[in-house]
């Protein structure tokens, strides 16, 4: 699977996680957008599915914090967000839980830990991760 899934309000608003570029900004038909961003001083790309709305072209600079878009939704309509990291220095996709700082940590395993979801992988470049569900939904 790559990444995390989090089950989000629609429209919630998505935010870069780091200064970097718009390396990639396709439509998916009946989802929204996937956007990928290359932070060239990490070594790394964050990828985001599906965006609607986003504020952003392929090739533009983004700033840590910024409006990406919003929260889109899968084809049956179920707002979602894909996160994904890939640490191209060091081959490949990582799980983004190891990029969490301890309060996101925290906050992540007492959600995972009150869901019916599986359990995170042990192995450190797979993340099994699927829906999360956030806080106030």
């Not at 995972?112 to 993340?127: A, V």
């Amino acid at each position: 699977h790559g990444g995390i899934d989090f089950d989000l309000k629609a429209d919630t608003e998505i935010r870069v996680v780091a200064d970097g570029k718009i390396e990639e900004k396709q439509y998916v038909e009946g989802e929204g957008y996937n956007l990928i961003i290359v932070h060239d001083q990490y070594g790394l790309a964050t990828g985001y599915t599906p965006i609607k709305d986003p504020q952003l072209e392929k090739g533009g600079q983004v700033k840590k914090d910024q409006v990406l878009g919003k929260v889109g939704t899968d084809l049956k309509g179920t707002p979602f967000l894909h996160f994904e990291v890939n640490a191209f220095r060091q081959g490949g996709r990582v799980c983004p839980y190891n990029y969490f700082n301890a309060d996101a940590k925290a906050a992540f395993d007492q959600m995972f830990s009150q869901s019916n979801y599986p359990e995170k992988s042990s192995e450190p470049n797979i993340c099994n991760c699927e829906l999360v569900p956030v806080a106030g939904r």
